[in-house]
């Protein structure tokens, strides 16, 4: 069975730090873009970061540059994502995911809260 399992989100100060980790079960990460989404009330799902297996290209959206680092563990095929500097912007469900052409996997996706 397929399965990503996220976990580390909670509630933490503006300015604090959360390490979210997504364990993936049933299939490897090779050739999969490995990701992380968020999902705030009232809005749309984002990407977050992404990295690429194949290449090691990482992305960040423009509102984490600098603040969140993906990274990934691919002996425990679990994909990371450090939160600093954290805002009260940043509270949303995150969800981790990995796909490739013809393949989509989401985790369950765990509550960031940020209080100012």
């Known amino acids: 069975e397929v399965q990503l399992q996220a976990s580390g989100g909670g509630l933490v100060q503006a300015g604090g730090s959360l390490r979210l980790s997504c364990a993936a079960s049933g299939f490897t990460f090779d050739d999969y873009a490995i990701g992380w989404f968020r999902q705030a009330p009232g809005k749309e799902r984002e990407e977050v970061s992404c990295?690429?297996?194949?290449?090691?290209?990482?992305y960040y959206a423009d509102s984490v540059n600098g603040r969140f680092t993906i990274s990934t563990d691919y002996a425990k095929n679990t994909v990371y994502l450090q939160m600093n500097s954290l805002k009260p912007e940043d509270t949303a469900v995150y969800y981790c995911n990995a796909r490739k052409p013809g393949w989509d996997y989401w985790g369950q996706g765990t509550q960031v809260t940020v209080s100012s």
């Open positions: 990295i690429t297996s194949s290449d090691g290209n990482i």
